[in-house]
């Protein structure tokens, strides 16, 4: 790596060093082909932050942050702005191709195999097994994320109605979305112009 | 030809409404692809997203597996175009212009009205698989333990208890079929 440099500079974080398209597919394939469990965020930090330092600690909150708030997933959504940020549309190319290759194919593979063996009782067995282990994950990492939801009462009723909608009156999710989500942003619409960062700013909701 | 621009239909609607990820979308994939299409059983769903969880990377990568089911290799790059290109595009645009929404009154209010849904959306997604993989009490006490291990325990890499629910399925289905599981 070429960056001893960069600290003395006191430029804005520009497009950093020149990064090749070949590294940034590389980099998101190994992370794409190592990332089992779901933890993806964490790989990503180790490997972006931490090894490459294509991005300091800040500027990976910030794109976490950008993936998380818009549609998708996050895995794909940080390769997909990593590299634009690196390389341009060429480089969330190869950060979304390389993020998704591998498993892709072993998805692919895999459901091959499931396809000729689909009554098969013991792969029914296993994948009902791991379909039970992923209640208790999919539980605990929504608990994690959502720990700061589940204390503020407002919040409590808009995971709720959210909930109730979705899993027991099988409303569409269209629906959901383009009513619930308008009325809980207004429950914390913009109170003075002035935006208040003192931590109070959970309260204007009530 | 007719299944394809179904399977591109369905998964693009699905992947611009996956906020917070692709479990917010998990209840609607099985409307849409039980109910509505008849393109699979709650079985093969179940077995379907297991094999997601299996791969790594996104385990929402299962939706190849769905395509391959309707429509063969053709029907499996289509869904995963579908549902993984959109989100893409809209999280490019977003990013290059997110100095200006950053800027906006309207930023904070959003992130914080729409945080609280992610969680009900991810909690119905969990609702969703538990229906086609809890369906006794083995199940449900296995799924309990890994909870507990998980949110209470030492970091453990998920994927090892993944495996271990596989290896029980096997386990139990050979030595132990008089148990249900």
Redesign the interface.
């Known amino acids: 790596m070429s960056d001893a440099a960069s600290e003395s500079t006191g430029a804005p974080a520009a497009p950093m060093k020149e990064v090749s398209i070949w590294e940034i597919f590389l980099t998101f394939l190994i992370i794409g082909g190592t990332s089992f469990g779901g933890g993806v965020v964490a790989y990503l930090r180790n490997s972006l932050v931490s090894t490459k330092e294509w991005l300091n600690e800040d500027e990976f909150l910030t794109v976490l942050e950008i993936s998380q708030t818009l549609p998708g997933l996050n895995a794909t959504n940080m390769a997909v702005l990593v590299g634009d940020r690196l390389r341009g549309i060429p480089g969330a190319i190869a950060g979304f191709v390389g993020m998704t290759l591998p498993g892709s194919i072993m998805v692919f593979v895999l459901g091959l195999v499931y396809a000729s063996n689909s009554h098969n009782p013991t792969i029914n067995a296993v994948l009902k097994g791991i379909g039970a282990a992923s209640v208790g994950l999919l539980l605990a990492v929504t608990l994690k994320i959502g720990h700061k939801q589940l204390e503020h009462y407002v919040d409590i009723i808009l995971v709720s109605v959210t909930l109730i909608l979705v899993s027991f009156m099988h409303v569409s999710l269209v629906i959901v979305l383009l009513t619930v989500g308008p009325i809980a942003v207004f429950l914390y619409r913009p109170r003075n112009l002035s935006r208040d960062k003192s931590g109070t700013d959970k309260k204007a909701a009530d | 030809m007719l299944s394809i621009l179904k399977i591109l239909g369905v998964f693009s609607?699905l992947?611009?409404?996956?906020?917070?990820?692709?479990?917010?979308?998990l209840?609607?994939m099985k409307?849409l692809t039980i109910d509505q299409q008849h393109w699979l059983t709650e079985?093969?769903f179940?077995?379907?997203?297991?094999?997601?969880?299996?791969?790594?990377?996104?385990?929402?990568?299962?939706v190849?597996?769905i395509g391959?089911?309707v429509a063969g290799a053709g029907g499996?790059l289509a869904a995963?175009l579908a549902f993984?290109i959109p989100?893409?595009i809209?999280?490019?645009i977003?990013?290059?212009l997110?100095l200006r929404f950053e800027k906006s009154?309207?930023c904070?209010?959003?992130?914080?009205?729409?945080?609280?849904?992610?969680?009900?959306?991810?909690?119905?997604?969990?609702?969703?698989?538990?229906r086609?993989?809890?369906?006794n009490q083995t199940?449900?006490a296995?799924?309990?333990?890994?909870?507990?291990?998980?949110?209470f325990g030492k970091k453990i890499?998920?994927?090892?208890?993944?495996l271990?629910?596989?290896?029980?399925?096997?386990i139990?289905?050979?030595y132990l079929p008089q148990i249900p599981?």
């Open positions: 609607l992947s611009i409404m996956a906020i917070g990820g692709g479990t917010s979308v209840p609607e409307t079985a093969q179940r077995d379907i997203y297991s094999i997601g969880q299996i791969a790594p990377g996104p385990n929402m990568l299962m190849i597996v391959y089911h499996a995963f993984f989100c893409c809209i999280a490019l977003v990013s290059r997110w009154a309207w904070l209010p959003v992130q914080q009205g729409m945080a609280p849904i992610v969680v009900g959306l991810m909690l119905a997604g969990m609702i969703a698989i538990a086609t993989a809890i369906t199940t449900l296995f799924a309990a333990v890994v909870f507990i291990v998980l949110y890499n998920p994927a090892l208890l993944i271990a629910g596989g290896l029980l399925g096997f139990f289905v050979t599981f």
